[in-house]
């Protein structure tokens, strides 16, 4: 083996052909089951939401004033300004590979454009701009959008 040439190395007699490497669909689809939110591609679910139920967390169970405040404001920026467009940029852009940089960038643009839209639906509603509808609807566009990015993800080849 010179080179890294596994091309020379002797093939087993029951390995020729073609069915060498291939898997019945089976036994695929339910190793895709199994391997669960475990890959590292995954894991970016998990931190989301996460990040939004910490930022749901801060806001509702932490009192107002304090050192909490300050927990608030590290859990309530990028929960506003990041984490809903990294969710629709997950889903956009899922094909893609994106560099950090620009999954930053597109990111915090469509978390800003979302914020907006929010606001101006929130504004004609019966509910208004207050707290609880703006970190409702934040929160539902945030973990909807990751899991139209999880079942897109689950469904490409």
Do not use: C
């Amino acid at each position: 083996m010179k080179n890294g040439n596994y091309a020379s190395l002797p093939r087993p007699s029951h390995l020729t052909g073609r069915d060498e490497v291939s898997l019945d669909t089976n036994q695929q689809s339910q190793h895709t089951r199994l391997r669960g939110l475990t890959s590292v591609t995954d894991r970016w679910f998990v931190l989301v939401i996460a990040l939004v139920l910490a930022a749901i967390l801060s806001i509702y169970a932490f009192p107002e004033h304090g050192i909490f405040v300050y927990l608030r404001y590290v859990l309530g920026v990028p929960f506003v300004l990041y984490l809903p467009g990294y969710s629709l940029t997950m889903v956009l852009f899922e094909k893609r590979k994106l560099e950090v940089l620009e999954r930053i960038a597109l990111s915090m643009t469509f978390s800003m454009v979302l914020a907006s839209i929010t606001g101006i639906m929130l504004n004609y509603s019966p509910w208004g701009i207050k707290l609880d509808p703006i970190v409702g609807s934040l929160s539902a566009l945030t973990i909807a959008f990751s899991l139209m990015a999880q079942l897109v993800r689950r469904t490409s080849p």
